[in-house]
């Protein structure tokens, strides 16, 4: 029996308190992450229909400002962790394609937390809490158009959602169809640099030499090239009509069937089933299929003959070397199909206070690739060698005459079976709080088998890797205002963790990782951690299957020229691991209580050794590191270069990212209009800072004062940052990111490159040092429009003190509009009794690149290489997207 006026504390789970006079409840609200790290943003459901997001999927696209992550090994950690409720995920087709509209709650939260659930801290934290009932079919229909033409992309799909409390079950299948883009649908200009091909032809003279005599006489002067005049595509033409021509190329057809953009389909079945075992065990199992076939155009096949001097179309007294296109663009086009099916399992339990999630999935990836080498014109040239007077060399040349040269082919299997089990929960009690600990234990196989099939020779490579790894990661409270442990310094904790991974083909790898979260005081937090961690290349970076691509086009500092070039990629067997040490410092703020207003800052600061990486652009200082990628002819030309990747010996990278996110209602409320979910009298949801509910961290009082919205920590419940019927809400966030530190040491003893200071390495445009994004928009009555930009600083490349090409790289700033209107919202009703059709319809228009904004590039002539034509570096420009979704 507790007395009137005694307070105790007792537990609850999951759901919300039972009503006890006197006593106050330590709740974990539902979908409560493990551990005492709180959300640096949480988004209310009116919040998150103000970014217009058709999907999860969408969402989580439009929100990546905020998810990214500055501790990834190329300085952004990929996509964030994802969790639904709390609890591990099977995998990301288990929410893709759910509707916005299905969300309670979203909350972001920093790295530190992914190692309570088995994860490495180098990714944020999604934390996606659904409603507890949900139901919907949802249908949508999209085209894109750029404005500049060549390309529209019309996708469409299908959703069906049904959540009942934790049983819940969904169905997505999307397509997509996006055509060519080709050269000659922008202004893309080739010089021949050294490829003298076109569509009628060019003539030169044997081995370099001159073409003939009176050419040079009638042209006043010596002639070794020369264009062919149109009227030869009819029949025989004199020396005079190659007069106007001599000295230079026709080149009108470089641009032909070259697409800046590949063709592809894309058709996507994917889907998922949660049920409870038991109390305390739910189950989910999700499956993806997916369909990806790409084409690409890699320009037209070239052919060299020989014209004889006796030849009844030829006028020259010597025989001459010419040059042409066959109107064959298939015969140089790359096809692709890819084809991933994956099952994944995940399942979440309880035993006493300690929760254990057991996922696994099965992955596999089929690849085919197809690259068209040209033609075989032995025929032709057979015919013209003997004076087929039928065969004119610069007429249109008969099927007959040539053939397809074998194709090289490219096969590829990607397998992967996985399982992990993470337990985690209180180890044991100290005086500040419970020691929120997490072990996760796990295995899985990978194997990549790859047949390689070029210029007729096969190659065969298999690769196989087993890993098993242990990681574990103890939270340690070391003061606490809640349980009056040095209350004056706030709440801190302290974190340990470590990890083990044993690969069957690269040795074992260590993880060790250390940090503390501070909470002087409630609106302030401080993070600071350090993590040194050793990484393998992957499998498909090892043994990816050869693939040459020719007709490459390519920028060649050391002369100066944008040069066609035939580039190999796949995967390189000698590839070592790395090690690297990452240290990180995170600020947040939230200055007022009743406003969601929240800043932060994080500095970083990573430092590692045999870097793997891509191949990348292609300069002076990587050529004089890694020669033998490098191939030129006998006058220096680059023809060709080895792109697979590779280790660097060092790099060092240091950057500060702050910013700020406010979301805020505008306008005044209807009069009498309640505060939302948990409104007067009722229990809100506990939000960072006064949002319903007024409390963080889920603490709920009973029995004491407390306003709309139920009371809280921080003070009363009521609007906080909840929308009122009758308001608008408006959202802003700003992001700043400061490289200070950007090196790379390409191998031992050569000089450190400055990727902030002239070198290219990771980037063919040179690191900026300042980046800005900027995203907000206003939402009310169903009608929203957002905005998003970025800015890039001015960078650029040293062409290298040996008479090398310096090329300058302006700033780039972007700007994206996008307007939509749902009419759901019951403002837009009488519009939807007029329009049946729009019940449950949402429409948007979004504009990318409002400005066509590209960014000009230029030598230290003024001049613009071939290789970085505005077109080139953004080919698509600004597009144009309506959309359709209805709930049916």
Do not use: C
Not at 92 to 116: D, M, N
Not at 213 to 234: E, M, T
């Amino acid at each position: 029996m507790i007395a009137e006026g005694d307070q105790k504390t007792a537990k609850v789970k999951d759901e919300g308190p039972n009503e006890v006079e006197g006593l106050t409840i330590q709740a974990d609200p539902r979908g409560k992450v493990e551990g005492n790290i709180e959300p640096e943003i949480e988004l209310n459901e009116e919040e998150i229909k103000s970014f217009g997001a058709n999907s999860i999927g969408e969402l989580l696209t439009l929100l990546t400002p905020q998810t990214a992550s500055t501790r990834g090994r190329d300085g952004g950690g990929g996509g964030p962790v994802l969790l639904i409720n709390g609890r591990r995920i099977s995998g990301f087709q288990e929410i893709q394609g759910v509707p916005p509209e299905a969300i309670e709650r979203f909350q972001v939260l920093p790295e530190e937390v992914a190692l309570s659930y088995g994860y490495k801290a180098d990714q944020r934290v999604v934390n996606i809490i659904l409603k507890k009932n949900y139901n919907a079919t949802t249908a949508q229909a999209a085209a894109t158009v750029a404005t500049d033409g060549g390309r529209t992309t019309l996708s469409g799909g299908g959703n069906r959602v049904n959540i009942d409390g934790d049983k819940r079950w969904n169905l997505d299948l999307q397509v997509q169809r996006d055509p060519y883009l080709l050269e000659n649908d922008r202004n893309i200009v080739r010089a021949p640099d050294g490829q003298p091909y076109d569509l009628v032809g060019n003539i030169s003279g044997l081995n370099g030499g001159e073409i003939d005599p009176a050419l040079s006489a009638a042209s006043g002067g010596l002639v070794k090239i020369a264009g062919v005049p149109d009227a030869a595509q009819a029949g025989r033409v004199g020396l005079s009509a190659f007069s106007p021509l001599a000295g230079r190329y026709n080149t009108d057809d470089l641009t032909a069937s070259r697409s800046l953009i590949s063709k592809s389909e894309r058709a996507t079945l994917r889907g998922s089933i949660s049920r409870d075992l038991n109390k305390t065990t739910q189950l989910t199992i999700s499956g993806n299929l997916e369909d990806t076939k790409g084409q690409a155009l890699l320009g037209l096949p070239g052919v060299r003959f020989t014209l004889p001097a006796g030849s009844p179309f030829s006028p020259f007294s010597q025989a001459v070397t010419s040059y042409r296109y066959i109107d064959a663009p298939g015969a140089l086009a790359r096809e692709t199909d890819v084809l991933r099916t994956q099952v994944s399992m995940a399942a979440n339990g309880r035993v006493k206070d300690w929760r254990w999630t057991l996922t696994s999935d099965i992955d596999r990836t089929t690849t085919d690739t197809t690259t068209g080498r040209g033609l075989d014109a032995s025929a032709f040239q057979a015919a013209v060698t003997a004076g087929d007077p039928s065969v004119n060399p610069f007429g249109p040349i008969a099927s007959n005459l040539y053939k397809s040269v074998a194709p090289d082919t490219a096969h590829s299997v990607s397998t992967s079976a996985s399982a992990e089990f993470v337990l985690n929960g209180n180890l044991f009690q100290l005086p500040a709080g419970g020691v929120q600990t997490s072990f996760k234990i796990g295995a899985d196989t990978r194997a990549l088998d790859s047949k390689t099939v070029r210029s007729g020779v096969s190659t065969e490579r298999d690769v196989t890797r087993n890993r098993q790894n242990v990681q574990s990661s103890f939270t340690l409270p070391l003061t606490s205002t809640r349980n009056g442990v040095l209350a004056k310094v706030g709440d801190l904790s302290a974190n340990f963790n470590a990890g083990y991974e044993d690969l069957s083909d690269l040795g074992g790898l260590t993880t060790l990782g250390a940090g503390l979260n501070w909470t002087p005081i409630k609106p302030l937090s401080l993070i600071a951690s350090f993590t040194d961690e050793e990484g393998a290349p992957s499998t498909n970076q090892i043994n990816d299957p050869l693939v040459v691509t020719p007709n490459v086009v390519v920028f060649d500092f050391n002369t100066g020229q944008t040069v066609q070039i035939t580039r190999t990629d796949g995967g390189n067997p000698n590839l070592r691991n790395d090690n690297r040490k990452v240290s990180k410092f995170q600020v947040n703020y939230k200055p007022l209580e009743k406003v969601e207003l929240t800043f932060n800052a994080t500095y970083t600061r990573a430092e590692t050794s045999n870097v793997i990486s891509s191949f990348p652009a292609i300069t002076p200082d990587l050529e004089r590191a890694f020669p033998e990628r490098f191939t030129r002819d006998a006058t220096g030309r680059l023809v060709a270069i080895d792109a697979r990747p590779v280790n660097f010996a060092s790099a060092e990278r240091e950057d500060i990212r702050w910013g700020f996110n406010l979301f805020r209602p505008v306008g005044k409320p209807t009069p009498g209009a309640a505060a939302g979910p948990g409104g007067p009298g009722g229990m809100g949801v506990g939000r960072m800072g006064g949002g319903p509910g007024g409390g963080m961290g889920g603490m709920m009082r009973f029995g004491g004062p407390g306003g709309p919205g139920g009371g809280g920590m921080m003070g009363p419940g009521g609007p906080g940052g909840m929308m009122r019927p009758g308001q608008g809400m408006l959202q802003l966030s700003v992001y700043h990111t400061w490289r200070l530190t950007d090196e790379l040491t390409t191998r031992e003893g050569l000089p450190v490159l400055d990727q902030l200071d002239g070198a290219a390495i990771s980037s063919r445009t040179g690191q900026a040092r300042h980046e800005v994004q900027v995203q907000g928009g206003y939402f009310k009555d169903g009608i929203g429009m957002r905005f998003n930009g970025t800015w890039k600083d001015s960078t650029w490349v040293n062409g290298g003190a040996t008479g090398g090409q310096t090329l300058y790289f302006s700033d780039l700033a972007t700007l994206g509009v996008s307007f939509f209107a749902s009419f759901n919202a019951p403002a837009r009703k009488a519009m939807v009794d007029k329009y049946p059709i729009l019940k449950g319809a949402q429409v948007s228009l979004n504009f990318e690149n409002v400005f066509d904004a590209k960014q000009t590039v230029r030598d230290q002539n003024g001049a613009t290489p071939q290789a970085y034509q505005r077109d080139y570096l953004d080919p698509l420009g600004r597009t144009v997207r309506l959309g359709f979704r209805k709930q049916l």
